[in-house]
């Protein structure tokens, strides 16, 4: 039976771009936001005024949700605006970014509260347990010890943030971009504290074959990963809006995922829901 709570938590998109992936992914948003009994209401502004808008939003009681569409302005001025978003609004977890860097779980002393999870991170996060990827026997911390993961993508919304959480579970990530390919790991045996990062000399003709998962997430129509190269019984896992493997992918893949983009706006709604929560409790405090 599904239970209702009679809530309507309300969640505020600023669209400032006219990228067509963000574009869909708003109206994906406002759509399940529509069958879900949440209030999306999408602000379109240019990126000038975009700050301004933020902190207006920030400071409305009624709004319990911000997330803001990137590519703002596609460089560090975007840092600075996923910053503005106040933390007990922010749904996509941007501004407390450096905390999953730093493995920090909780927000608070008394250890309640937990940080909030970039949305495309989480759903994928959430993939890989469903297909159990991670090991449900090995205690936390540990869930991906022995599994090489490669994700080809290092934004700072998505890959990045992915790479640091998969490395923390244990996992040994490659995170490829453009310019080289990093490994994230934890040291041999789980020894580090937290994760520690290095280039590495190794090409991707050579991690893939040895990757149990490959994630990919470059926004190229052209860019394929080739089929080949691959594992027998990978796990395949496409979050880009165009398709970065090959057609006959599931000829090698155990479990081909083409899209997270569903899972992602549940995520978003997960995490809107912990932060009208949050909110409710801080009210009721006062
Ligand atoms: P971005 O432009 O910020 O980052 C792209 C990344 O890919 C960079 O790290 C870049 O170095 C790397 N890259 C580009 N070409 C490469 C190549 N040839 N080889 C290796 N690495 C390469 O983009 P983004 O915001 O991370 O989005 C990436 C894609 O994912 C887009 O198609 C976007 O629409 C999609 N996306 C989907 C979701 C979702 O479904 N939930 C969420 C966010 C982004």
Redesign the pocket.
């Known amino acids: 039976m599904i239970k209702t709570r009679g809530i309507k938590p309300k969640l505020v998109g600023f669209l400032a771009n006219e990228d067509p ?1 963000s574009i869909k ?1 708003a109206e994906c948003t406002s759509k399940t936001c529509e069958e879900t009994g949440v209030i999306f209401e999408l602000r379109k502004c240019n990126r000038e005024e975009l700050k301004d808008q933020i902190i207006e939003a920030n400071e409305d009681d009624s709004v319990h949700g911000i997330m803001v569409y ?2 703002v302005f596609g460089d560090l001025q975007d840092q600075y605006l996923q910053n503005v978003v106040s933390v007990t609004k922010d749904v996509e977890g941007l501004c407390q970014i450096c905390n999953s860097y730093q493995n920090i779980p909780y927000l608070d002393e008394e250890q309640i509260k937990n940080y909030i999870i970039p ?2 991170p989480l ?1 994928i996060i959430k993939v890989m347990e469903y297909i159990r990827v991670y090991n449900s026997v090995l205690l936390y911390g540990n869930r991906l010890h022995g599994c090489v993961i490669t994700i ?4 700072e ?3 990045r943030p992915l790479a640091v959480l998969l490395a923390n579970e244990g996992g040994k990530v490659y995170s ?4 080289n390919i990093q490994e994230i790991h934890h040291g041999t045996e789980l020894k580090l504290k937290t994760y520690e990062v290095r280039i590495t000399n190794l090409k991707l003709e050579e991690i893939l074959p040895i990757s149990d998962v490959v994630i990919t ?4 129509p052209s ?1 394929k990963v080739p089929t080949a190269l691959l594992r027998e019984g990978v796990i395949a896992i496409n ?4 398709k970065n493997f090959e057609d006959n992918i599931k000829e090698k893949a155990s479990i081909y995922v083409p ?3 569903k899972i ?1 706006i549940t995520m978003l709604e997960r995490n809107l829901l912990k932060l009208y929560d949050r909110q409710l409790s801080l009210k009721n405090e006062e």
Do not use: E, K, L, M
């Open positions: 992936a992914y990137y590519p949305c495309t759903a080809i993508n290092r934004s919304i998505v890959g490829v971009d453009i310019n997430g470059v926004p190229t860019y979050f880009s809006a165009f899209t997270i983009g992602t």
